[in-house]
């Protein structure tokens, strides 16, 4: 079946700790995003990718990086700079600048 | 900068009671208005895609509609399974960035 694979479903950091959020899609999109959810507040864009070896900072990038070496993948690093990072994480791709469909999201905890 | 603001915040409607919700957007050169449905803990999924002004998308008891500047997701006899949060997303100018509303939490009762 073709879609959008976001592991792992839940997440637990430790203060000061990088964590790493795997994003992989088979349905051969050229374009992929990364959302955070928080209760109240909607979807909000931290990067997104219209093609491989390249990316765009969205709206709250700070604390975050990606790299895009594939098309399929495109992992999200949350590091120890983002001060706030307990949220929903959701990852979505698009053909162009069509409709996205979404993974089913990582719950990252700060314990 | 692009603005997408979702009405009501949240409603409540007895299973039958047809309604509509409120999707308005700011963006110049409109290159596509999507609605999606989220359930709790889960992704959003895909609902419509509408491109111009008048333009008007259908699925079961779901009818989404474009104006200028706004966009109502039409809901008729509603059942207990179409609670969910609804949310709406425009992309306009020459990137690929998608700008999402805060969404509409529905909830239909028996």
């Known amino acids: 079946d073709g879609g959008i694979t976001q592991s792992p479903k839940y997440l637990f950091r430790k203060e000061g700790q990088n964590v790493t959020l795997s994003c992989e899609q088979n349905l051969n999109h050229d374009a992929m995003y990364w959302y955070r959810q928080d209760p109240g507040q909607g979807l909000r864009l931290i990067y997104y990718?219209?093609?491989?070896?390249?990316?765009q900072k969205g709206d709250i990038a700070e604390g975050y990086s990606v790299s895009r070496e594939k098309k399929e993948s495109f992992p999200l690093t949350v590091t120890s700079a983002q001060k706030n990072p307990t949220a929903f994480y959701l990852c979505?791709?698009?053909?162009?600048?069509?409709?996205?469909?979404f993974g089913q999201g990582t719950r990252l905890t700060v314990v | 900068e692009d603005q997408v603001t979702q009405s009501p915040e949240a409603l409540r409607l007895q299973e039958g009671e047809s309604s509509s919700l409120n999707c308005s957007y700011t963006v110049s050169g409109l290159r596509g208005l999507f609605w999606y449905r989220q359930d709790p803990g889960k992704g959003p999924e895909f609902l419509f895609t509408?491109?111009?002004a008048g333009e008007e998308k259908e699925k079961e008891r779901l009818k989404a509609t474009l104006t200028k500047k706004e966009s109502f997701l039409h809901i008729t006899a509603p059942k207990p399974e179409d609670s969910a949060t609804y949310l709406c997303?425009?992309?306009?100018?020459?990137?690929?960035?998608?700008?999402f509303g805060k969404g509409t939490l529905l909830t239909v009762n028996p």
């Open positions: 997303a425009d992309r306009g100018g020459s990137n690929y960035k998608l700008t």
């Open positions: 979505a791709s698009s053909i162009e600048a069509r409709e996205a469909f």
């Open positions: 990718s219209q093609i491989v070896n390249d990316f």
């Open positions: 509408l491109y111009s």
